[in-house]
T-cell receptor, first 111, second 115 residues
Framework: GNSVTQMEGPVTLSEEAFLTINCTYT??????LFWYVQYPGEGLQLLLK?????DKGSNKGFEATYRKETTSFHLEKGSVQVSDSAVYFC??????????FGAGTILRVKS | EAGVAQSPRYKIIEKRQSVAFWCNPI?????LYWYQQILGQGPKLLIQ????????DSQLPKDRFSAERLKGVDSTLKIQPAKLEDSAVYLC?????????????FGAGTRLSVL
């Protein structure tokens, strides 16, 4: 079946450090890929998405590239801020149906 | 544009009691989802509606969980009787067709504690 694997957290970084959160997926066909973010006490918010191979999704300084050959969709940001502290979820969807999520990665950014 | 509304935000019940959660999707969104998010895990789909019809309820524990979406707008998720393992956040999402496919928008969730 379809599944998503994320690197385990928590990830703790100093402000302005480079961020990478690894995400790999298993799916039949060509799923759409997503990163969602969950700030404390809030619901999930879409951060970025990519719908086909080699697409790059980007938003708020975060980027991720859909790599079909490595079945990966790693999240990166060049310089994190304290306000980026949250839980990040990688997810996939086929044909616009249910999202299949990874377990989530907690990011803590220290000032 | 108003987001997905859920209530209540928090609920504490004892095992074997019943509980109901309510969701109002974004206006005009035909598809509505209920997810269960257990602490430390990613959300998992319980049920998906298209208008007022069920598209996918394969992961819904039908012996205790039920859901309905009357008139294709609001939805209610019910648990009866609740078990300790039902303690989780219940998330409602709705979607519309966007560039590259539907985008799901989530409510803030209902945190359920079963004692």
């Amino acid at each position: 079946g379809n599944s998503v694997t994320q690197m385990e957290g928590p990830v703790t970084l100093s402000e302005e450090a480079f961020l990478t959160i690894n995400c790999t997926y298993t799916a039949t066909g060509y799923p759409s890929l997503f990163w969602y973010v969950q700030y404390p006490g809030e619901g999930l918010q879409l951060l970025l998405k990519a719908t086909k191979a080699d697409d790059k999704g980007s938003n708020k300084g975060f980027e991720a590239t859909y790599r079909k050959e490595t079945t990966s969709f790693h999240l990166e940001k060049g310089s994190v801020q304290v306000s980026d502290s949250a839980v990040y979820f990688c997810a996939l969807s086929r044909y616009g149906n249910k999202l299949v999520f990874g377990a989530g990665t907690i990011l803590r950014v220290k000032s | 544009e108003a987001g997905v509304a859920q209530s209540p935000r928090y609920k504490i019940i004892e095992k074997r009691q019943s509980v109901a959660f309510w969701c109002n999707p974004i206006s005009g969104h035909a598809t509505l989802y209920w997810y269960q998010q257990i602490l430390g895990q990613g959300p998992k789909l319980l049920i998906q509606f298209q208008n007022n019809g069920v598209v996918d309820d394969s992961q819904l524990p039908k012996d205790r969980f039920s859901a309905e979406r009357l008139k294709g707008v609001d939805s209610t998720l019910k648990i009866q009787p609740a078990k300790l393992e039902d303690s989780a956040v219940y998330l409602c999402a709705s979607s519309s067709l966007g560039t590259g496919g539907p985008i799901q928008y989530f409510g803030a969730g209902t945190r359920l504690s079963v004692l």
